[in-house]
Structure formats: structure tokens, C-alpha cells
């Protein structure tokens, strides 16, 4: 009768266990994605794997410690290097040239009926929001840092205008520390009110998207904000770059936005913690393309405006590790629902990364992850004359990169507007409106002096790479010339590689029924994706304003 209720009573502490490790087991994590507009793969832990570049003097310690408690990839890209689009494959997990009008940036409309994996969870019981820019399903348009229900930003959205918003607090008798904590103030408060909202024990869904990487900054801020000296970047600027005073302290300002958002990422951390949530977060950190305003950066298939930062961490993830694995962001929406233990729609074009996240290798984890695809239909609408795109279609391995110009008679970065006649641009203009001339280029001080220095031996081939028309091949050996300076695509030692990359590259666009091979890409070449520019729109050729 004893060992009968011994047993008995074994069996039922057995039970309890058991119930409570299914239950531990099957408790769906949290995901805080942090996500900087306008940040490509600049962060200091980078530069510990690759010294000698720009990463040496920025300065991410929350970022490198998620990368390494976490994985951190070495060959993250986006599907397009242009906000909207890269947002519409990151949120769908398809190509960008899948998601309709939401494969352009203004003029963009989502289309309800293609999945996205926030709404998904949000279906299936987690509590999710925003704070800035989404462009999420939900979100009008012209309200593409909130205006719907998931937005919470009642703290403030000053962090958005970082350098600006502290300068100011500085000349007005603030100390640099006590500026910037009045910033930090908001992304903290921000956050706080969407944790508050949810449901007690339900799992969360957030997404932090400041815009502050974003041009414009203040000139000089990254030094007098972060302590950033532009002369450290003398000799180590890209080969693409003019290394000169004016573009050493716009880059250095660039890096000081980068550090504001690695500071913010810090508080969220923070905040995880006070909840007693960290250990039951998937954390993700990446930027939406490369750098605004500097060649070879946003709207660009080369390697600074398609390869970004990314890291992630959190429960399920064997952390201390690097991969070479290639990835494209919208690899991360069937990762996010695969980690919820929610189905991943056949739509999806994209693949979760959780047998990359789960394995114990470093170096190649995925045999089958040796390339990502990338893409550029149209960025800034009024670049050419009838609304034209600029499509782009790209393929980057290890050892080489393809890129196809689809059409090459067009302007890449927009036309050349007001560079002849009487009526130049002045340093002002190109430092501050970004559609006085190339316009899929943000004005910037590096696009004043590239632009009016235009015809000096040393700028004159920068110059004529970056807003050039460019050929319909391009091809890149990423080992020799890691700065993709030198078209190698009429080398004929080069064209077997040529021709495998190229196949390669259509039998993806094919599989996945890219409408840019379809009767010679009619879906973009037409209104609404192309055509007239609207009476509402400014036109480039207009006279401007005081001329």
C-alpha cells in the first residue's frame, strides 16, 4: 500500500514537472526589433573584424553586445536600397518587387491583401506597436511616423531630429549630457507606455524606428555631441569618397546619429530588463539601407547602400557567434513567426533564420545561403522626365557582385538639373534641397562639394561613377576590389562568372515573377508606378525660388 502511494504520488510530482517544463517550453517569446533609417553596416564590431575602415571611429557598445550574446552576420542586406520598398519586403517576407505599389517610395499603397507579419501577431495574440517610422500596414501614407492605432509616441518624437534638438537645448544652456538625456527621456517614456499597454502575460511585438540616422544633421555635431573627430578618418574613407575636410566631418556626423541610436537601443535594453522581460526577448538591430547623401549609399546596389548591420539575440539563440551566412531583411518575417510558433504563409518568399540561429558553427552555417538579391525600382518620383524608374536588379555572393541596368540611357540618381545654363546650384542649395539635382540623392554637404567640384582631376571620375549612366553589366570582384571601383563585366576572363551570376540571378527573378521581366517591365513603366508628375508635385526643371 506504501510503495502503491509512493508511486502515486511520484507519478504526480512527475506530472507537475513535466506540465511546468511544456509550459516554459511553449511560452512564446517577445521581439523587439530595432530598426534605424538610413543605417548601413556601420558599428564597431565590424571593425574589429575588418580594421582599417570608417568603422574604426564609430562607436556601438549596445550593438556589439547584442552581437555578442547573440549571432552577428557579416553579409546582411536589404531587398532595396530605398525606404518604403525595403519596409514592404521586410514586413511581407517577399521581394520588394512583389508587394506592388509598395515596391516604390512616393506614391506608395499597401496592398491589404499580402500578409505582414506584425498584423499576424498581432492575430494570434501578441501586443504590438510602434514608435516612428514603420510604414507598416495601417499607417497612412503621409503619416509614416504613426497616426494609427499601434503608434506610441505621446513621450515625444524630438530623438527623430537628434543633433538638431540637442544643439539647441545646448546653446540654450544645457550641457551636451543633459541635452541628450532629455532625448533618451522620450525613447524611454515611449516605450514604457507600450509595455504598460498590454495585456498582463501576453507577449509583445515592438518595433523602434527613429529616424535620426536620416539626413539632415547638424554640421560639426558629431564631434561636439559624441566626441567624434573627422581628422580620425583622414586615410581610412572609402575609395569612392573624396578624402577631403568637408566629407571627413559630414561622414563623422553620420556616425554621431549612428551612436544616438545605439544609445537608445541601450535604454530599450534597460527597460527589457526592469520589466523582467530580457531573458524571454528576441532582440533584432538593423537599418533599412546604406547611407544617405554619400556615393555609393542609399538608392545604390553597391555594397554601402545594401549591406547593413545585423545582429540577434534572445532565448532560442546560441549566441558568441559570427556568421558569413547571406541574408536579406525580409528573412526576418518568417523568423519572427517561426519564433512565435506561428505558420509562415506560402507567399512568403523569404526564409527563417532560425536553423542559422539555433546551430552551433560559426563561419557558413546554411549551405544554401551563399547569395542575396537585391533590387531598385523607383526612389524619388520627379528624378526623371515622366515619373521614370531607374530598375535595378543585383546578385552578391562572396567573390562577386552582378548588377543589371535595365536601363541604362537613364540617370541613375536622377537627372543632372540646372548643372548647365545660368542657373547653377549654389553650395546651399546642394547642401540642403535635395531635388535641385540628382534628386534620388539626398542633398548633403559631400553632394555640394562632389557636385561643384565636379570637373577636378581628383572628384571628376568619383564624380562620373557615382551620377554617370552606368552600363547594363556590371561586375565586381569583391576580393580584388572590395570597393567595387573596377567593372570587370567586358574582361573576358571574367565571362564564365558573368554568365553563371547572370542565370543565377533571371531564374530567381523568374521564379519569384519579378514584373520587371514581364513585357519588358510594363507594370513599372506605367501610372500609376510611372507617367506624369501631379500639379501637386514640384517640377525639377521649374525655375526655383530667388532665381
Not at 521581394?95 to 491589404?112: E, H, K, N, Q, S
Not at 500596414?137 to 524630438?158: F, H, L, S
Not at 524608374?389 to 548588377?403: H, N, S, V
Not at 561613377?465 to 573596377?486: C, H, S, V
Amino acid at each position: 500500500m506504501k510503495s502503491m502511494s509512493t508511486a502515486i504520488l511520484m507519478a504526480a510530482l512527475l506530472g507537475t514537472v513535466v506540465s511546468s517544463l511544456s509550459a516554459a517550453e511553449t511560452k512564446r517569446p517577445n521581439i523587439l526589433f530595432a530598426f534605424a533609417d538610413d543605417w548601413g553596416k556601420q558599428a564597431s564590431i565590424y571593425g574589429q573584424l575588418e580594421p582599417g575602415g570608417i568603422n574604426d571611429v564609430v562607436r556601438t557598445p549596445n550593438f556589439d553586445q547584442i552581437a555578442k550574446q547573440g549571432v552577428l552576420f557579416k553579409n546582411a542586406f536589404v531587398n532595396a536600397p530605398s525606404c518604403t520598398p525595403c519596409r514592404s519586403s521586410l514586413l511581407s517576407g517577399q521581394y520588394f518587387w512583389r508587394t506592388g505599389r509598395g515596391a516604390i517610395l512616393r506614391g506608395a499603397v499597401w496592398d491589404p491583401t499580402i500578409p505582414s507579419y506584425p498584423l499576424l501577431l498581432n492575430d494570434a495574440g501578441y501586443h504590438i506597436g510602434q514608435t516612428y517610422k514603420v510604414w507598416s500596414p495601417g499607417t497612412p501614407v503621409d503619416a509614416p511616423y504613426g497616426g494609427n492605432k499601434y503608434a506610441y509616441e505621446k513621450a515625444g518624437g524630438a530623438f527623430n531630429q537628434f543633433s538638431q534638438r540637442a544643439t539647441a537645448l545646448v546653446k540654450k544652456g544645457e550641457t551636451v549630457e543633459q541635452a541628450k538625456q532629455e532625448l533618451f527621456d522620450q525613447v524611454r517614456g515611449n516605450f514604457q507606455a507600450f509595455l504598460n499597454a498590454r495585456n498582463e502575460g501576453a507577449p509583445f511585438c515592438y518595433w523602434f524606428g527613429p529616424t535620426n540616422v536620416h539626413r539632415k544633421w547638424i554640421a560639426g555635431s558629431g564631434k561636439e555631441l559624441w566626441n567624434i573627430n573627422p581628422d580620425d578618418l583622414r586615410g581610412k574613407m572609402p575609395a569612392f569618397m573624396p578624402d577631403v575636410p568637408v566629407v571627413r566631418q559630414d561622414l563623422a556626423d553620420y556616425l554621431g546619429e549612428i551612436q544616438a541610436f545605439d544609445a537608445a537601443l541601450g535604454i530599450l535594453v534597460e527597460e527589457l530588463k526592469q520589466a523582467g522581460e530580457l531573458d524571454n526577448t528576441i532582440i533584432v538591430v538593423s537599418g533599412d539601407h546604406g547611407p544617405p547623401g554619400f556615393p555609393e549609399g542609399k538608392c545604390n546596389l553597391y555594397d554601402f547602400g545594401t549591406h547593413v548591420a545585423l545582429a540577434i539575440a534572445g532565448p532560442g539563440v546560441t549566441g558568441g557567434r559570427v556568421v558569413d551566412d547571406f541574408t536579406i531583411l525580409p528573412d526576418l518575417a518568417p523568423t519572427f513567426l517561426e519564433a512565435a510558433g506561428e505558420p509562415i504563409p506560402k507567399v512568403m518568399t523569404a526564409k527563417s533564420l532560425w536553423p542559422v540561429l539555433k546551430s552551433d558553427n560559426e563561419g557558413l552555417v546554411d549551405p544554401a545561403r551563399t547569395a542575396a538579391f537585391t533590387g531598385r525600382e523607383r526612389h524619388v518620383e520627379m528624378a526623371r522626365a515622366g515619373n521614370l524608374p531607374y530598375p535595378m536588379r543585383g546578385i552578391q555572393t562572396a567573390d562577386y557582385q552582378l548588377i543589371i541596368n535595365f536601363r541604362p540611357d537613364r540617370w541613375p540618381l536622377g537627372a543632372p538639373y540646372h548643372l548647365d545654363g545660368d542657373n547653377p546650384p549654389t553650395k546651399d542649395e546642394l547642401t540642403n534641397q535635395t531635388v535641385v539635382t540628382f534628386p534620388d540623392e539626398d542633398a548633403s554637404p559631400t553632394k555640394a562639394y562632389m557636385v561643384l567640384h565636379r570637373d577636378d582631376p581628383a572628384v571628376k571620375p568619383l564624380f562620373e561613377r557615382n551620377y554617370g549612366k552606368r552600363p547594363r553589366i556590371e561586375l565586381y570582384d569583391l576580393k580584388k576590389d572590395p570597393a567595387q571601383m573596377t567593372n570587370v563585366a567586358d574582361d573576358p576572363r571574367y565571362a564564365k562568372v558573368q554568365a553563371e551570376l547572370t542565370k543565377r540571378l533571371i531564374d530567381e527573378l523568374e521564379a519569384s515573377g519579378d514584373p520587371r521581366l514581364i513585357e519588358d517591365g510594363k507594370f513599372f513603366e506605367t501610372p500609376p508606378m510611372a507617367g506624369p508628375l501631379p500639379d501637386d508635385v514640384p517640377k525639377p526643371n521649374r525655375k526655383r525660388a530667388g532665381k
